[in-house]
């Protein structure tokens, strides 16, 4: 058996700074330290910060009044942030720099105007948060279909924005149809799907061709663990989206020759290592490494972590 090791793959900068924020602010406060939502979708990493004494939310009613909080990697609603102020709690914004980027174009929108449809999926934590920036001018869109159904005039000023963890292909379908209904459609003048989300999709869409299965490591909640779960299944490859080996079946590796395996942003590389000796051990496979871009990308500390570094 033949391992195909996408890169890039796991990390991105925006799951980095957070990690390494709960991790400073947990040495520097100690615990109990709260964090509103899971600060990545990833169950490995939100286990490993309970064992330290984090304590996930996703109602800042449960945190004692003046307690140490850290907002997650996928942001929070203005709303949110005044329930912290109003609690007294010392907030953390460990949110990814390019997901504050989509919320101050909502609010540039808005205040021009625009109504603003917002591309990304139901509930996902970084949509709530977007949408929170400006409620009664954004419309959340999921499907070409939904566009289709769509009672916004069609004469109205309209701009759309995108979730950064969505299907690049999918949101392309879904912003043709968008211009096609709206000539006057606008968009920011950078794509909003970040950077990660876009070179670990291109990865699978050039390798998966070559492979026989595909595993991807990431939680189910992962929105772009998901996608590249779904872009090597679009190419006829079994793919199997994993948190760790101990969900891994053999039955899915019979008769195959070539595994690509891969991680989603927020996947640490401990498990995708996991992973890889579990299809050594099994099968004696060998690992291939196929780079396909390299990333370079670094994101701050948050200001207030940022002086700690420096005391």
């Known amino acids: 058996m ?3 090791l996408a890169s890039p793959r ?7 700074m957070a990690i390494d924020s709960l991790d400073l602010a947990i040495q520097a406060f100690g615990t109990p330290i709260y964090v509103y939502h899971e600060i990545v979708h990833n169950q490995y990493v939100v286990r490993s910060f309970t064992n330290r004494g984090a304590i996930f939310v996703d ?5 004692p009044v003046g307690s140490n909080l850290l907002f997650s990697a996928h942001g929070v609603s203005p709303e949110i942030r005044e329930i912290a102020r109003l609690r007294k709690l010392n907030a ?6 390019l997901v504050t980027k989509v919320h101050l174009e909502a609010i540039k929108y808005a205040k021009e105007g625009y109504t603003i449809f917002l591309i990304g999926h139901d509930g996902h934590d970084e949509v709530i948060g977007t949408m929170g920036e400006a409620p009664d001018a954004m419309v959340l869109v999921e499907t070409v279909e939904e566009v289709d159904q ?11 924005l995108t979730q950064t963890t969505l299907s690049v292909d999918d949101a392309n379908r879904i912003i043709q149809r968008l211009r096609e209904k709206y000539p006057n459609l606008v968009n920011p003048p950078k794509d909003d799907i970040c950077y990660a989300t876009q070179n670990r999709q291109e990865a699978v869409r050039i390798l998966a061709s070559e492979a026989d299965v595909c595993i991807v490591l990431g939680s189910q909640n992962s929105s772009n663990s998901q996608r590249l779960r779904e872009l090597a299944a679009d190419t006829g490859v079994p793919s199997y989206l994993v948190d760790g080996p101990e969900d891994m079946n053999p039955d899915w590796f019979v008769d195959k020759q070539t595994v690509l395996v891969t991680a989603g942003a927020s996947a640490p590389e401990t498990v995708v290592q996991q992973c ?5 051990k099994r099968y004696g496979a060998e690992v291939e490494l196929r780079e396909v871009r390299q990333e370079s990308v670094q994101f701050p500390l948050p200001k ?5 570094t420096r005391a």
């Open 2 to 4: 033949k391992v195909l």
């Open 10 to 16: 796991g990390f991105c900068a925006g799951v980095n």
């Open 59 to 63: 109602d800042l009613e449960a945190v």
């Open 92 to 97: 953390i914004d460990a949110t990814c720099p």
């Open 150 to 160: 769509l009672t916004v005039p069609l004469d109205a000023k309209v701009a759309y």
């Open 276 to 280: 890889i000796e579990w299809l050594e």
């Open 304 to 308: 207030v972590l940022r002086s700690l």
